[in-house]
């Protein structure tokens, strides 16, 4: 920068300052009321601004709930649904660049510092960079599939958040031409929808509507296998998300998230301590949901170039990237949301305006924790993605709910201190057993009980075992009503030949004459 | 459990200091034998040491350097001996910074030195001539050309001591 201009600057800056100062200084008690002094000097706050902090709607006179006023219910939603979403947005912007500052200091390095002081601005960069490349279509690709479907990945994610409170309804002061000053009761979320839960699962299985018509429609085999990976990851995953979901909806009674939340006021109330099995599955199949590291195969460099993003560019690849993060950020809000206790550290009903501070505080932890997984573990193969989701985590999380389903039917039929005790009891069990089964896992005698492959009945065919057993049973069952109807067709069959003569037979099996009524058999 | 172990081990790097250079304030330190840009040398008392036989074009196998010599005398004395190069190029695009031009040399007038930052915005920037690439005399020395002594430079290639 050039002296002038500093000298500029700075002279600016003074001038501020001082007017600043002076306006300050000649207004003092003015100022002082409206923080809350009184004539005393003491800080009584009730009518003042530190007063409107605490417990807000105690202390307005004309207090109108937004649900039942026309203009505030219309007007409400459009501006809070603006806001959230711009701060979502710039949110996304800085969540890659906390990803790529984090995963450096945890990989020893140094991540992008030149943008701006501590590469603040390295968002925008990107953003103007994106913006600037050109916007290729392979020229068999789609064309209208090509460019919905980075649309119809980033909407259901940007939607799964309307059904999360940020915190308790907010007293908002307006000037109403008809009422003079009213103070609006407003909620800190869209709608808090009392089927909040199966929102967030039938929602995200939107998401993978995008993921595999963009591979479909990119032209490229390679773009397709990935998205058809992806996508099988990505239902594979919805089961044990949707199974652990159910444990807060059992232990609070309802799937809106406002209650979930309020359930959980205290640090001790937290659903994870009542049931941290579930929590921690919950966070897996979270990370699957949005091919995170390590479930990440499916837009690994090495595997498949991008996966299905391979052919876009541009501010579509853009639109993948912001669906990729605004993911990690809305399934963040989800778990805190379930299990952590949302935007309460102690109960602020109180504060109403600190709620969602609390919130952005855990949900920049969570995204810490999952960065700080993403330096840490390497990648899972896909088959051994897949194994996992169905053979271990469905199992576990159909575990989880069964030990909240028994704590609390016997928690009810004991009473009281029950359910406490009995959690604890099946925690210990689940504990001690993960942990003999890891260490078998861990230790060789497993490697060594595999099967090599000429004994393995699928090789060799052979007709015995549990499985084979159990895999006959259920295909007699089922093949009942297929046997019984075959049995009757050709019952009829066979009695509609009864009159015909062995020569129409053989006509009508070939095909050559019409089926006639026989005459015959006079 | 080693993934315990894993995520200690990444957490450890977030309390170290990391290991990246934030280069251009700090430049990493080179070895003395980094291959850097040319230089060509000049003896203590200021003649050029390049006689301009171009057996570092010779060598050079990516073609990189262009020579072209020119006779001394001893009113306008270059270098000792007969010739001294009267053009001397390098394409700096096209060398590899091998250093066989340095290993071709008789008399030890080219050598690769440190400097790295050889940036340029335009190819024909790229060609350095021998204004660029020579030495500048040391101080209180005269430089090159300059009128010697008629009989005493007479030999291009210096005597040298049986280092043994």
């Given amino acids: 920068m050039s002296r002038n201009l500093k000298i500029g600057i700075g002279v600016g800056v003074l001038a501020v300052v001082a007017i600043t100062l002076v306006l300050v200084i000649t207004n003092l008690s003015a100022i002082a009321t409206w923080i809350g002094f009184d004539s005393a000097g003491n800080l009584n706050g009730r009518e003042g601004a530190i007063g409107m902090l605490l417990s807000p709607e105690s202390r307005v006179q004309n207090l109108i709930q937004c649900e039942d006023d026309a203009g505030c219910s219309a007007i409400w939603p459009i501006i809070f649904a603006a806001g959230f979403a711009l701060v979502i947005v710039t949110g996304f912007a800085y969540t890659t660049l906390l990803e790529r500052r984090l995963l450096a200091f945890l990989q020893h390095r140094v991540g992008p510092n030149r943008v701006g002081p501590g590469g603040f601005l390295q968002p925008a960069a990107d953003g103007v960079k994106l913006v600037f490349k050109e916007d290729l279509m392979p020229a068999g690709a789609d064309k209208w599939v090509y460019r919905l479907a980075p649309m119809i990945k980033v909407i259901p994610v940007l939607l799964v958040a309307a059904v999360i409170p940020m915190g308790p309804d907010l007293v908002l002061p307006w000037f109403a031409p008809s009422l003079g000053d009213v103070w609006y009761q407003v909620p800190q979320g869209l709608v808090d929808s009392n089927v909040g839960i199966l929102w967030v699962i039938a929602i995200t299985s939107i998401a993978t509507y995008g993921v595999v018509l963009a591979g479909w429609s990119s032209d490229n085999k390679y773009a397709m296998l990935g998205a058809l990976r992806a996508s099988a990851q990505m239902i594979s995953y919805e089961l044990s998300m949707g199974l652990t979901l159910a444990v807060p909806v059992m232990i609070v009674g309802s799937m809106a998230f406002g209650d979930i939340i309020d359930a959980q006021r205290n640090i001790w109330d937290w659903l994870v301590f009542q049931n941290p099995l579930a929590a921690a599955i919950l966070m897996l199949a979270l990370l699957a949901e949005v091919s995170r590291a390590p479930f990440d195969l499916t837009e690994a460099e090495q595997e498949l170039t991008q996966g299905y993003m391979t052919e876009y560019s541009g501010m579509k690849f853009a639109l993948f990237m912001m669906a990729e993060y605004i993911g990690m950020i809305v399934v963040s809000m989800v778990a805190i949301a379930a299990f952590f206790g949302g935007y309460h550290l102690f109960p602020v009903d109180g504060m109403p305006i600190l709620a969602p501070v609390i919130f952005l505080g855990k949900v920049i932890l969570f995204l810490c924790g999952m960065i700080w997984v993403r330096a840490t573990l390497p990648r899972i193969r896909y088959d051994r993605l897949m194994q996992f989701g169905w053979k271990v985590m469905i199992p576990l999380s159909l575990l989880s709910v069964a030990w909240t389903a028994i704590s609390i039917v016997v928690g009810d039929a004991l009473g009281g201190g029950a359910y406490p005790i009995i959690s604890g009891v099946v925690f210990v069990v689940v504990l001690a057993v993960g942990a003999i089964a890891l260490n078998r896992l861990g230790s060789e005698d497993a490697s060594e009980e595999s099967i090599p492959m000429e004994d393995d009945p699928m090789y060799t065919g052979e007709r015995r075992g549990v499985g084979w057993a159990l895999v006959h049973l259920v295909g007699m069952i089922v093949a009942i009503p297929i046997a019984l109807i075959n049995f009757n067709v050709k019952a009829l069959d066979g009695l509609a030949s009864f009159g015909r003569t062995p020569e129409e037979d053989r006509a009508l099996e070939s095909g050559e004459t019409a089926i006639t009524t026989t005459t015959g058999g006079d | ?164």
């Avoid at chain 2, 990246?20 to 230089?39: A, C, D, L, S």
């Avoid at chain 2, 009267?86 to 590899?96: A, G, Q, S």
């Avoid at chain 2, 030999?155 to 043994?164: A, G, N, T, V, Y």
């Fill in chain 2, 1 to 164: 459990m080693n993934v315990i172990k894993g995520f200690a081990t990444t957490f450890k790097h977030l309390l170290e200091e990391p290991v990246t250079i934030q280069y251009p304030e700090q430049v990493q330190k080179f070895n003395e034998r980094y291959k850097g840009r040319h230089h060509l040398r000049r003896y203590e008392n200021g003649l050029e040491k390049c006689i301009g036989c171009s057996l570092c074009a010779a060598a050079c196998p990516a073609d990189a350097i262009w020579v072209e010599a020119a006779e001394n005398t001893d009113e306008e004395r270059y270098s000792p001996g007969e010739r001294y190069a009267k053009t001397y190029e390098i394409n700096m695009l096209r060398c590899i910074f091998c250093g066989y031009c340095e290993d071709a040399c008789p008399t030890q007038a080219i050598q690769l030195g440190h400097e790295h930052q050889l940036s340029f915005t335009d190819r024909r920037d790229s060609i350095y001539t021998k204004d660029m690439l020579i030495d500048p005399p040391a101080e209180g020395k005269a430089g090159t050309p300059r009128q010697v002594e008629p009989g005493v430079y007479t030999r291009s290639i210096p005597q040298m001591e049986d280092p043994s």
